[in-house]
């Protein structure tokens, strides 16, 4: 079993830069892998990004290519997203997600434990 618990949201301008990190409980999560999807109000949950267990390997969607980046600290059981110049579009609820295989996916349905959401919000 494993726990996810997100923090680092919140209101930033255009432009700004926020970190979000996900913190998880359980003496397994260097096997695990892990992503990070958000939903926007009125929309489907959709993949941003994902990291394999050793975190050698990352996948983003074209939307964040270049802006966000996943990292992972195994030691400190955390996941984290940089994400960099933020726009409106942005603006959504993020979920730290976790597979229990050592390959990521970017398929929702393929992670078996959530977070509870940390929301973004983005002004122009």
């Known amino acids: 079993q494993v726990q996810l618990v997100e923090s680092g949201g919140g209101l930033v301008q255009a432009g700004g830069s926020l970190r979000l990190s996900c913190a998880a409980s359980g003496r397994t999560f260097s096997s695990y892998a892990m992503a990070w999807f958000r939903q926007a109000q009125g929309k489907e949950r959709e993949f941003v990004a994902a990291?394999?267990?050793?975190?050698?390997?990352?996948y983003y969607a074209d939307s964040v290519k270049g802006r966000f980046t996943i990292s992972r600290d195994n030691a400190k059981n955390t996941v984290y997203l940089q994400m960099n110049s933020l726009k409106p579009e942005d603006t959504a609820v993020y979920y730290c997600?976790?597979?229990?295989?050592?390959?990521?996916?970017?398929?929702?349905?393929?992670?078996?434990?959530w977070g509870q959401g940390t929301q973004v919000t983005v002004s122009s």
């Open positions: 990291i394999t267990w050793t975190g050698y390997n990352t």
């Open positions: 997600a976790a597979r229990a295989y050592t390959i990521a996916t970017m398929a929702s349905y393929e992670y078996h434990y």
